[in-house]
Each structure stands twice: as C-alpha cells, then as structure tokens.
C-alpha cells in the first residue's frame, strides 16, 4: 500500500507537469523529455534575463546618484594653517574640532 501511494503521487507530479505543455501535434499522449528541458531552458533564460535588467537599472541608478552627489557636495577649504601659525595654536583649533593634536 505504501508503494502504491508514492507510486501514484509520482505519478500525480508527472502529469501537473506535462499538463503546462502545449500539445503541438495531434494530442499526443507522450512527450519527450528534449521537450521538458527546453520548457525549463526557456524559462530560466527569461528569468536570467529579467534578473540581467534589473541589475543594470539599479546600476544607472547608482551611477546617476553618485554622480549628483559629487555635483552637490561643495569644496571644503583648508584650514589656513602655515609655517607662521605658533604651535599652541595649531592644537588649540584641532582640539576644537575634536581632532587629536597629538598624531600632528
């Protein structure tokens, strides 16, 4: 009984996947497996390929981001230090940017 049960499950399975065949000649009771794996091929190309232009579109979309940040950020200028400027100065402004005056 327990073999005729997963006997007849198989069986269930196969045709739920011959049934999404398109019957091309005469309504044969057969098809070939050549068939089977060129459905399957199919589908998976279509999926590959839907997967390829939606990655590409995240990508522009990427592109054009990072490209109307680096239009939108403006030049920080650098902090006027020179050869003139005493030392103690120096660590008085980089400790009130939180910077450590030690690694200057």
Do not use: C, N
């Amino acid at each position: 009984m327990d073999f005729k049960a997963k006997l007849l499950a198989e069986m269930a399975k196969k045709r739920k996947a011959v049934s999404g065949l398109e019957v091309k000649e005469g309504g044969a009771k057969f098809v070939r497996g050549a068939d089977l794996e060129s459905k399957r091929t199919q589908e998976y190309e279509a999926k590959q390929e839907e997967l390829a232009i939606k990655k590409r579109k995240a990508d522009d979309e990427i592109l054009q981001e990072s490209t109307s940040r680096a239009k939108i950020v403006p030049e920080v200028p650098e902090a006027e230090f020179d050869e003139k400027t005493p030392m103690p100065e120096i660590h008085a402004r980089l400790r009130q940017e939180g910077s450590h005056s030690s690694l200057w």
